[in-house]
């Protein structure tokens, strides 16, 4: 055993404590300044990026026309024509909007840093052989987790939104998408296919 396991194993539980402490506030930290970067730029980021799928440009629905052009069989897939038009019915909901979707982007690209120095706080406690288990599993685990929330913004998100957008029980029923609306299921969507990923 190493110097450092010496010493670890010697901690008392309150030094445990403190040591969880101290990655927690530098976890914190990082959260924060990710954050703010994402809070800064979050009107570009809106309007490139998450509004995309709001469009008939939007790169699967070009990627849908372009395979139902390859045969007269498949039904032609508009991408002219389609355009999701967001209301705001809340007089602060845009500014919570901001941060909280700030917050949660600042919490999805910290994960790798999270877990690592979460792994960090834990390694000391491990034999070798489990050592090398775990950091295998900390590469595929975090590159299965962006995996699934490209497949979530890229193709689950996007066929929903234009299902549920041009689905009406009646004519008579126009469909109105409110902001909060579209932002839960957005960030939740996503956030469960990334986590989804993460089960294998």
């Known amino acids: 055993m190493s110097d450092k396991n ?12 403190d ?7 530098k976890i914190a930290a990082i959260v924060v300044v990710i954050t703010t970067i994402f809070f800064i730029f979050m009107k570009d980021i809106f309007d490139g990026i998450i509004l995309a799928p709001c469009r ?5 629905y ?7 052009t390859l045969s007269q069989y498949l039904p032609d897939f508009d991408t002219t024509n389609f355009a999701v038009h967001l209301i705001n019915i809340q007089l602060a909901s845009q500014f919570f909007i901001h941060m909280s979707t700030s917050f949660w982007l600042g919490i999805i690209f910290s994960f790798p840093v999270i877990i690592y120095m979460l792994w960090g706080f834990v390694k000391p406690a491990l034999y070798t052989e489990e050592q090398r288990g775990i950091k295998k599993a900390f590469f595929v685990g975090n590159l299965m987790f962006f995996i699934g929330i490209a497949v979530g913004y890229f193709l689950v998100f996007p066929i929903t939104l234009r299902f549920l957008a041009e689905y009406q029980v009646s004519e008579l029923v126009p469909n109105q998408i409110s902001l909060d609306s579209y932002m839960d ?10 986590i989804i990923f993460e089960m294998p």
Request: net charge neutral; hydrophobic share 60%.
């Open 62 to 68: 070009r990627f849908f026309h372009y395979v139902t």
């Open 6 to 17: 010496e010493r670890l194993s010697e901690m008392t539980f309150w030094g445990h404590v």
């Open 56 to 60: 008939g440009d939007f790169v699967l």
């Open 19 to 25: 040591a969880l402490r101290s990655v927690l506030l």
């Open 185 to 194: 299921n957005f960030l939740i969507m996503i956030f469960m296919m990334g």
